[in-house]
């Protein structure tokens, strides 16, 4: 779940600060430990979601990264190149993940700065499976 918050962050902050001559702003992660819970807060200032894309950041297949099959066409290399974003899952699964062991995902975002993610993760050991 860090991974792939971290990730996308790194992402978003190469993204657009990849035809800059500004210095890339740091991705900024702090974890807070409380008597309840866990919380990991990763912090970028790579542009943002639009508000318009923020109720689809959790839907399975939806990605604000280029089509991934089409990343390194242009190289002639895509078979010796693993894509590691545009598929729409890591979101999606890292929300579900936290939820099952008893915590949360949250995603913040102002467009034109950056976003930030708050994962939840419970101390408790007493939470039980979470099953329809």
Do not use: C, W
Not at 15 to 44: C, N
Request: net charge negative; aromatic share 10%.
């Amino acid at each position: 779940m860090v991974f792939e918050l971290v990730k996308n962050s790194l992402r978003a902050v190469q993204e657009r600060y990849m035809d800059s001559d500004k210095v890339s702003p740091p991705i900024r992660i702090i974890v807070a430990d409380g008597l309840e819970d866990v919380t990991i807060k990763i912090s970028d200032e790579g542009g943002g979601i639009p508000r318009s894309g923020l109720p689809k950041i959790f839907t399975y297949l939806y990605s604000t990264a280029r089509n991934p099959l089409d990343e390194h066409a242009d190289l002639g290399v895509a078979d010796s190149v693993t894509t590691m974003a545009g598929y729409g899952y890591g979101l999606p699964i890292s929300r579900l993940y936290a939820r099952y062991f008893g915590g949360d995902l949250q995603i913040i975002s102002m467009e034109g700065y950056g976003t930030d993610a708050y994962l939840h993760l419970s101390r408790l050991g007493d939470s039980q499976e979470p099953l329809p």
